[in-house]
Nanobody, 114 residues
């Protein structure tokens, strides 16, 4: 499966962005998918994840501001980000676990100015 992330950009603090991750196959059979982010010199960290039951998990730093969702008809996962902070600046990657293998998108840059 291939993942294509998009939607990043430059936004002022307090603003919003929606990231999209398009999958090359139907996502109805994918049990785990999520968004991660990475800043230079730091490890990639989980931002939000969703399992097939619809259950979600968020990093403490984004709870109440970010929402992960999926549209099975469009084979797309989203990350809606509100009230963005300069600390959210990072490259965001979409990810899924399928066939016992972790699959990653190419990353999309999000920059939040103060």
């Amino acid at each position: 499966v291939q993942l294509q992330a998009s939607g990043g950009g430059l936004v002022q603090a307090g603003g919003s962005l929606r990231l999209s991750c398009a999958f090359s196959k139907t996502i109805t059979s994918i049990a785990y998918m999520g968004w991660y982010r990475q800043t230079p010199g730091l490890q990639r960290e989980l931002v939000a994840a969703m399992i097939s039951s619809g259950r979600t998990r968020y990093a403490d730093s984004v709870k109440g501001r970010f929402t992960i969702s999926r549209d099975d008809a469009k084979n797309t996962m989203y990350l809606h980000m509100d009230n963005l902070e300069p600390g959210d600046t990072a490259v965001y990657y979409c990810n899924c676990l399928w066939g016992g293998v972790n699959h990653w998108g190419q990353g999309t840059q999000v920059t939040v100015s103060s």
